[in-house]
Nanobody, 123 residues
Framework: QVQLVESGGGLVQAGGSLRLSCAAS????????MGWFRQAAGKEREFVAS????????HYADSVKGRFAISRDNAKNTVYLRMNSLKPEDTAVYYC????????????????WGQGTQVTVSS
């Protein structure tokens, strides 16, 4: 099993930046694909970004491409989401997730989920 804990959320002005962190338990972190998803109030959970377990290949949602960057530090068992040029529509609870088999964009591909961290972007 893998346990995930997100941190780094908060309140930020439009145009500002935040870096989210997701700390994973266990010594098998490096073998998992990792994804970030978000869920805004009144909306379904949506894909944000993902990164592979091997050489750091990535996917990004069109809505965040060019503004967000996902990365991982396997030595620290941590995956990051750097968010720049934040917009009010980025306001959501952000969740990290882990998959032993994929680094895809579908939430159904991920088995392990964190508790979420709130990101609020004011105008």
């Amino acid at each position: 099993q893998v346990q995930l804990v997100e941190s780094g959320g908060g309140l930020v002005q439009a145009g500002g930046s935040l870096r989210l962190s997701c700390a994973a338990s266990g010594r098998t972190f490096s073998s998992y694909g990792m994804g970030w998803f978000r869920q805004a109030a009144g909306k379904e959970r949506e894909f944000v970004a993902s990164i592979s377990w091997n050489i750091g290949r990535t996917h990004y949602a069109d809505s965040v491409k060019g503004r967000f960057a996902i990365s991982r530090d396997n030595a620290k068992n941590t995956v990051y989401l750097r968010m720049n040029s934040l917009k009010p529509e980025d306001t959501a609870v952000y969740y990290c997730a882990a998959s032993a088999t994929t680094w895809g964009t579908s939430s159904g591909s991920y088995v392990f989920w964190g508790q979420g961290t709130q990101v609020t972007v004011s105008s």
